[in-house]
C-alpha cells in the first residue's frame, strides 16, 4: 500500500471515528431528554430480567459491550409494547445505516435535480433548475424566469434546496411571481446554489381533512434481505396547526400504516407523546383508510429493486395527489427516522437481527458505538 493509499485510510478511518463519536453522544443526550418528558427515570427499567437478557445478547451481536437499554424503556413507555427487540437510535445510526448503505454509495441521491435524471417516476412536476447559481428548465436545458414560470404569476409554488432538507429546512412556499428576487437574495447571502422549484402538490381530500395546511406523506421504509426488498413499516405523516410541512422537527405527527392501508389507533411527536385523533382537525386515527397506499408500496418496491442495487435500507416519502396517484416527494438513505417507526410499528428489526449483525460489527467504548468494520 502507497503513502498516498495509507494517507487516505487513517484519514476515512479517523474520519469515521469521530462521526461515530459525535452521533453517539447527540443519541445518548437524546435519550435522557425523552425519558425525562416521560418522568422515568433510566435506572427504572420496563423490561423483566430475562428481557434483559435477551435485548443485551442481541445488542452484543452488533455492538460488542454495549449495555444500554434506555431506547427500549422510552419506546415501550410510550407506545405500550414491551419487547427485546428494539433497535437503539445510536446503534442504528453508527453501525446498521452504514452497513447497509455505504455512504460513498448515497452521494448520487443528495441532490433532488439529479432524481429525474436517475430515473426516478411519479416525481412532482418541476418548473425549473438552479445547479450552482444556474438556471435550467424542467429538461436542463439553459433558461430563463420568464419562460419557466407559470403564467399565472399569482400562484403559488414550493422552493427547495436540493439538498439537505431534513426537518422541512429552506422548503418555501411562494407566489410565483417573487421567485426571481427570492433566489437571488439567497444567491447574494450563500453564493451559488442548488435549489429546484416545483408547483404545489394538491393532495388527496381525505388526507387534506386530517390536516390541511401540510401536505402530509406516506414514509415507507423498504429493506432488501436475502436478495428481496420488501416493505418494513409505514407511518403517516402530519403537520399540526398552520405548520405547511409535516416534519416532526416541525411539530409533525406520525402515525402507524397496517399492511392494509389503515392507520392504528395512536400517533406521536417528537416528545413521544402520544395522541388519538389529530391535535388540530380532531379527526381520529383508528381504522382510517388511506388512498393509494398499495400503489405507493409498488412504486416504492420497484423503484428499490430497479435503481437502487446497491442500497439496502430506503425511506421513501409519498405524497397522494387529488387524482389518487402518488407522488414521490424524495427518497432518505441516511437519516430515516427510525424512532417513528418503532414508536408506531414496534421493534420492526426484531426478525433481522441476524441478518443485520453479520453486516454491521461494532464496539461500545466509554459509551461510544464504534464501528469495527467499513463496507464500501
Known sequence: MSFL?????????????????????????????????????????????HEKHQALSRLGQLARGYRDLRWHDAYALANGRWSPGYLPEDVFYTLVVPALNPFQRTERLRDKNLLALLGFPNLPKVLAHVVRGRLYS??????????????????EVVVKPARETGGGRGVTFILARDVPDYISKLMEARGPIDVIVQECIRQHEIL??????SVNTYRLLTF???????????????????SRVDNSAAGGLACGIT????????????????????????VAFAGMRLPAFEKSVDVALDVHRRLLPDLDLVSWDFAIS???EPVLIECNVRYQELNFHQLCNGPIFEPYFDAIAKRARGVCLLGLVLPLTRER
Open 208 to 213: 387534506a381533512t386530517i390536516s390541511p395546511s
Open 138 to 155: 424542467p429538461d436542463f436545458r439553459p433558461a430563463t424566469w420568464k419562460a419557466v414560470l407559470p403564467k399565472n404569476l399569482n400562484e
Open 5 to 49: 493509499s495509507h494517507a487516505k485510510h487513517w484519514r476515512d478511518t479517523l474520519g469515521e471515528f469521530f462521526r461515530c463519536a459525535f452521533v453517539s453522544r447527540r443519541y445518548k443526550r437524546k435519550i435522557r431528554r425523552l425519558l425525562a418528558i416521560l418522568q422515568k427515570p433510566a435506572a427504572a427499567g420496563v423490561l423483566q430480567k
Open 259 to 282: 399492511s392494509h392501508g389503515e392507520l392504528h389507533p395512536f400517533a406521536f411527536d417528537k416528545h413521544f407523546t402520544r395522541y388519538e385523533s389529530h391535535p388540530t382537525s380532531q
Open 224 to 242: 432488501r434481505v436475502d436478495g428481496e426488498v420488501r416493505l418494513l413499516s409505514a407511518v403517516l405523516r402530519m403537520g399540526v396547526g398552520s
Open 322 to 324: 387529488d387524482q389518487n
